[in-house]
Structures are given as structure tokens and as C-alpha cells.
């Protein structure tokens, strides 16, 4: 093995930058690498040339590892399988992709992408024998076969910062602050920050609740004489007909959004409460690495290298029992992680009171 490739895919999140640096740093100190960023994703091995950049020690001059975002820059629209074009038509472009792996003499890629990343590079490593390993990442953590993914962590101390602020302006006003944070499918984020900031009301996909359950734990805490509160809400949690909040784009694209403002207008509209709400969106992406991120990037950074070196192709690394393992990339696609009901921290949100839903 001479040359290597990384590619970010998907929705970025923080620690995509210490994972790259810290492959690098693999790739050279232990096997003596070429180490090649694809630039943009998959997009950029389908464009003739192929576009990257040769990552040397200069490329990480200290800053990469605290900066937010992926300096090789990512994509999360257009399946290469089924690719968007111009003139309005769709093109299958993954020979395209395979021809620009073997154009760059790529002995393996590493590539860093969320369930659906790992989906489509599988599909195409099976199709045009490329050598790849996946790093899972995601803020919404949900790979499955990993307790982590990279990014979740940092998201998660985002939406405890915004919680941490709303409470004084809560209190200030006796108001009730509503945090819409992200998690497309699972409510991971606004179980884990719900808990850490304290929060009073925490609503994720995974649970129902009503509108009823939300005043009955309100006016609860009014008895108390606590006339303000705290409410978190994962984005993809459906609106009491069962439909999903969503946003559509001028560019056509869709996306979910909404629901916090729901929840304030019904409780408002129920009772003489007064919300207020915000919606957190890609400052939890694009938030510099939390301590916890930067440390997970660093481990699979390592381990994903070792792996490619020892010709272990078509694997995930994973954190698991306070360390760093590898599986089948099906598994991380397959076992897909949402918040079961009898989670650890589910069972920490009913014993501290918190209304989580209709679940006892
Ligand atoms: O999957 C990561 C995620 O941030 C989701 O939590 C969110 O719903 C979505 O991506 C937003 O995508 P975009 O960056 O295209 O707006």
C-alpha cells in the first residue's frame, strides 16, 4: 500500500477535520503514505481531473484540529447512482467515481460519511473494487454498531449551551423558552442535551406525547411556584396529526423544521403561558469540536488506517465499551440506532420528572 485517499460525505458536523489530520498522521509516521483529501466528497473523484489535494505536514499546521466544518469540503445531496444534472436529467455517475479512484492510484480510501454515505460508497466499492474503510459520523447518532459517532457530541454541548442561555431568559420573563434542535430521525441530540440543561419537557420522534401532557408537566411547575421552563424538541417530531414539520427550500429541497413554533402555538393557544421559541439548525454542525469529538476523531482516525494497512477492506470502525473496534460497514448500515424506550437515559428522564411523552 503506497497511496491512500479520505473523503468527508454527508452533512458535516465538528471533528471531520481531526479525523483527517489524525489519518494522516497515521498514514505517514507508521507506514510512510501518500495521503490524497478528495475534495468535495464523492463529487470530487466523479469530475475529470479528479480533484484533490496531497495533505502534507504543512496542511495541519495546528489550527485543523479545532475547526469546525471539513476543509475538504462535503456533499449531502445528489446519489451518485441516480446524480442530478444540469439540463434537468438524471445520470448514474459511480464509473465515473471508480475511474477516478484508479486514476489517482488509490491503494485504499477512507471515508468518513453517516449511514447513507456508507450506503452509496459500499455499493460502489462492491462495483468497481475500490479498498475502503468507514468512519461513522453524524450529530444525529444514529449509525448503527457504534455508541459514537463523530459530531454528535459537539451538537449535543451546542443545544446544552442554548439551554444554559435560555434559562436566565426564562426565568427573567417567567416564560417558556422551546429549543428545536436537529436529529432527522432520531432524538438523540435533545435526549442527551434535554438531560444536561436541565430541562423540564423533552420531546423526541421515538416517544408520543400531547399537547396536554406538555401543559399538565407546565402548570405542575406553576403549583411548585417555578413560572418559567424549559422545553426541547427534536426537529422530526410529528405534529399531533401524525404529519412532520418541514421547510421547503426555494431550490426545491425540503427539509425539517417548524415544530418548535407547533408547540408554542398550541400551548399558547390552550392556556395564558407565554413561549418563546428557538430553532438551534447548523450551529450544531458547524460548531468547533467538542474535547469529546476531538478525541473520537483522533481513535478512528488511527484505527481506520491500521485497518486498510492490514487489508481489512470493506469495514466500519466503531466505539464500543471504552474502545475503538471494527465491524462490517452492512452492520453500521443495517442496525440503525434510534432512542429505545427502555435507554438508560429515557429511564433518567421519567425518574427526574421530566415529561418525555406518554411512556411510564
Ligand atoms: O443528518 C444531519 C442533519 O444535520 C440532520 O440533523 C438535519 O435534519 C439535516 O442534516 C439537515 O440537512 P441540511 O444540511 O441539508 O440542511
Known amino acids: 500500500m503506497k497511496r491512500i485517499g479520505i473523503l468527508t460525505s454527508g452533512g458535516d458536523c465538528g471533528g471531520l477535520n481531526a479525523a483527517v489530520r489524525s489519518i494522516f498522521y497515521r498514514a505517514k509516521e507508521k507506514y510512510n503514505l501518500d495521503v490524497y483529501g478528495i475534495l468535495e466528497g464523492t463529487v470530487g473523484l466523479m469530475e475529470r481531473p479528479p480533484r484533490y489535494i496531497k495533505l502534507d505536514y504543512g496542511t495541519f499546521s495546528g489550527n485543523?484540529?479545532?475547526?469546525?466544518?471539513?476543509?475538504?469540503?462535503?456533499?449531502?445531496?445528489?446519489?451518485?447512482?441516480?446524480?442530478?444534472?444540469?439540463?434537468?436529467?438524471?445520470?448514474?455517475?459511480?464509473?465515473?467515481?471508480?475511474?477516478?479512484?484508479?486514476?489517482?492510484?488509490?491503494?485504499?480510501?477512507?471515508?468518513?460519511?453517516?449511514?447513507?454515505?456508507?450506503?452509496?460508497?459500499?455499493?460502489?466499492?462492491?462495483?468497481?473494487?475500490?479498498?475502503?474503510?468507514?468512519?461513522?459520523?453524524?450529530?444525529?447518532?444514529?449509525?448503527?454498531?457504534?455508541?459514537?459517532?463523530?459530531?454528535?457530541?459537539?451538537?449535543?454541548?451546542?443545544?446544552?449551551?442554548?439551554?444554559?442561555?435560555?434559562?436566565?431568559?426564562?426565568?427573567?420573563?417567567?416564560?417558556?423558552?422551546?429549543?428545536?434542535?436537529?436529529?432527522?430521525?432520531?432524538?438523540?441530540i435533545a435526549l442527551n442535551a434535554g438531560i444536561a440543561g436541565g430541562a423540564d419537557v423533552i420531546l423526541i420522534p421515538e416517544i408520543n406525547y400531547t399537547i396536554d401532557g406538555i401543559i399538565k408537566k407546565l402548570k405542575q411547575l406553576n403549583s411548585y411556584g417555578i413560572k418559567h421552563s424549559?422545553?426541547?424538541?427534536?426537529?422530526?417530531?410529528?405534529?399531533?396529526?401524525?404529519?412532520?414539520?418541514?421547510?421547503?427550500?426555494?431550490?426545491?429541497?425540503?427539509?425539517?423544521?417548524?415544530?418548535?413554533?407547533?408547540?408554542?402555538s398550541k400551548i399558547m393557544n390552550k392556556t395564558n403561558i407565554e413561549c418563546r421559541v428557538t430553532t438551534l439548525g447548523h450551529v450544531q454542525r458547524g460548531a468547533p469540536p467538542s474535547t469529546q469529538d476531538r478525541i473520537l476523531a483522533s481513535a478512528f482516525g488511527v484505527y481506520a488506517v491500521d485497518l486498510l494497512a492490514q487489508k481489512k477492506f470493506d469495514r466500519m470502525v466503531a466505539w464500543n465499551d471504552r474502545k475503538v473496534v471494527d465491524f462490517p460497514i452492512q452492520m453500521g448500515i443495517e442496525t440503525y440506532k434510534e432512542v429505545e424506550l427502555d435507554d438508560s437515559l429515557v429511564k433518567t428522564a421519567l425518574a427526574l420528572g421530566i415529561y418525555i411523552g406518554d411512556i411510564s
Request: aromatic share 6%; charged share 20%.
Open 230 to 264: 424549559l422545553i426541547v424538541v427534536a426537529e422530526a417530531v410529528k405534529q399531533e396529526n401524525g404529519k412532520n414539520s418541514t421547510v421547503k427550500f426555494a431550490d426545491g429541497e425540503t427539509r425539517l423544521g417548524g415544530i418548535g413554533s407547533y408547540i408554542a
Open 64 to 188: 485543523l484540529i479545532r475547526q469546525g466544518g471539513t476543509f475538504l469540503g462535503t456533499t449531502n445531496k445528489g446519489n451518485p447512482f441516480k446524480y442530478p444534472m444540469p439540463d434537468g436529467t438524471f445520470k448514474d455517475r459511480t464509473t465515473e467515481i471508480v475511474g477516478g479512484y484508479h486514476e489517482l492510484g488509490l491503494d485504499g480510501l477512507i471515508v468518513i460519511g453517516g449511514d447513507g454515505s456508507m450506503k452509496i460508497i459500499k455499493e460502489i466499492a462492491n462495483k468497481g473494487n475500490l479498498n475502503i474503510v468507514a468512519i461513522p459520523k453524524t450529530i444525529d447518532n444514529d449509525v448503527g454498531a457504534t455508541e459514537s459517532s463523530i459530531g454528535f457530541h459537539t451538537a449535543v454541548d451546542v443545544a446544552t449551551n442554548a439551554l444554559d442561555n435560555l434559562q436566565f431568559t426564562a426565568a427573567s420573563h417567567s416564560r417558556t423558552m422551546i429549543l428545536e434542535v436537529m436529529g432527522r430521525d432520531a432524538g438523540h
